[in-house]
T-cell receptor, first 114, second 117 residues
């Protein structure tokens, strides 16, 4: 069964608008961590934000925030005031307590329009 | 350097050739991971080292794939008798902690793009 689902293959957003990238996940482990990574055309995976399953508050890092809805198993990334440099692939990922590896979704390609 | 480095950045191999991909993790990082990323897909786990010990190699697709980290720092991923389906970007990541910590962020290198003709 697919563990991480990103249903938006591509998105086009006007510069300076906010954008939400969707992510749902599946796990039976009560303890897990959720990550978002950005992958520009250069190929490097850049860590953006982390949310733990027991964290009471939604994670925020600068313009990035994670809308964590545990009951719905949803971990959407919100980027406020988008910039041209935000154009990239975005991956949602999960790490379960019992595993070392991170499991990635298929990604969403975000295009910021001037 | 400050981040994870990988070499070469690009590698073209003829089918049947052996290749070796190198990863230099962030200094002092205990854990090292290899991932394979096919075109248009998310990365998929290959193998994991804690220092020099290979603790998980469940993601290696065949016995043609071999990874080592003999001194607990630099790691090499070797692919023997390359096939066209091995064409992908190979990403290396490192993290500082020793154990399976959920909060442990993995920091990725730029990847090696392997093309098998």
């Amino acid at each position: 069964a697919q563990k991480i689902t990103q249903t938006q293959p591509g998105m086009f957003v006007q510069e300076k608008e906010a954008v939400t990238l969707d992510c749902t996940y599946d796990t039976s482990d009560p303890s897990y961590g959720l990550f978002w990574y950005k992958q520009p055309s250069s190929g490097e995976m850049i860590f953006l934000i982390y949310q733990g399953s027991y964290d009471q508050q939604n994670a925020t890092e600068g313009r990035y925030s994670l809308n964590f809805q545990k009951a719905r198993k949803s971990a959407n990334l919100v980027i406020s005031a988008s910039q041209l440099g935000d154009s990239a692939m975005y991956f949602c990922a999960m790490r379960e307590r019992s595993y070392d590896k991170i499991i990635f979704g298929k990604g969403t390609r975000l295009h910021i329009l001037p | 350097g400050a981040g994870v480095s990988q070499s070469p950045r690009y590698k073209v191999a003829k089918r049947g050739q052996d290749v070796a991909l190198r990863c230099d993790p962030i200094s002092g990082h205990v854990s090292l991971f290899w991932y394979q990323q096919a075109l248009g897909q998310g990365p998929e786990f290959l193998t994991y080292f804690q220092n020099e010990a290979q603790l998980d190699k469940s993601g290696l697709p065949s016995d043609r794939f071999f990874a080592e980290r003999p001194e607990g720092s630099v790691s090499t991923l070797k692919i023997q008798r390359t096939q066209q389906e091995d064409s992908a970007v190979y990403l290396c990541a490192s993290s500082p902690s020793r154990g399976s910590t959920i909060t442990d962020t993995q920091y990725f290198g730029p990847g090696t793009r392997l093309t098998v003709l």
